[in-house]
C-alpha cells in the first residue's frame, strides 16, 4: 500500500521559513519523480516544485529563489524548504509521487496546511 505523508507544516509570519517533508512507503522510491503542489482556498491545485531520482528539478516561477526542493533517497523522502515566505503562499501543500516510466502510476498525500499570516 504506497503512503505519502507530509508534515511540517503550519503558522509562519511573513519573510519566515518552513521545511516541508514527505515520508513516502510502499513504492520504489528511486523510480518516482517527487512533487510538491499547493491548493488554496477556492483555487486548483497547482505545481510547485519537482524533482528527479536525478536531482533535477523544476520550479513554479512564483516560489523561484524562495523555495527549495531536495530528495534523500536513502529515507525515501522528499523535502521542500521554503523561504521569504509571502501571505500568498498560504495554502495546503501536497506530496506527489509520479513514477519515471509509467505516468499513470501517480500517488498523492493528504496534504499539511501552510498559513503565513501576521
Known amino acids: 500500500q504506497v503512503q505519502l505523508v507530509e508534515s511540517g507544516g503550519g503558522l509562519v509570519q511573513p519573510g519566515g521559513s518552513l521545511r516541508l517533508s514527505c515520508a513516502a512507503s510502499g513504492v520504489i522510491f528511486r523510480r518516482y519523480v517527487m512533487g510538491w503542489y499547493r491548493q488554496a482556498q477556492g483555487t486548483e491545485r497547482e505545481l510547485v516544485a519537482t524533482i528527479t531520482d536525478g536531482g533535477s528539478t523544476n520550479y513554479a516561477d512564483f516560489v523561484k529563489g524562495r523555495f527549495t526542493i531536495s530528495r534523500d533517497n536513502a529515507k525515501n523522502t522528499v523535502y521542500l524548504q521554503m523561504n521569504n515566505l509571502i501571505p500568498e503562499d498560504t495554502a495546503e501543500y501536497y506530496c506527489?509521487?509520479?513514477?519515471?516510466?509509467?505516468?499513470?502510476?501517480?500517488?498523492w498525500g493528504k496534504g499539511t496546511p501552510v498559513t503565513v499570516s501576521s
Open positions: 506527489n509521487a509520479k513514477h519515471s516510466s509509467f505516468g499513470a502510476m501517480e500517488y
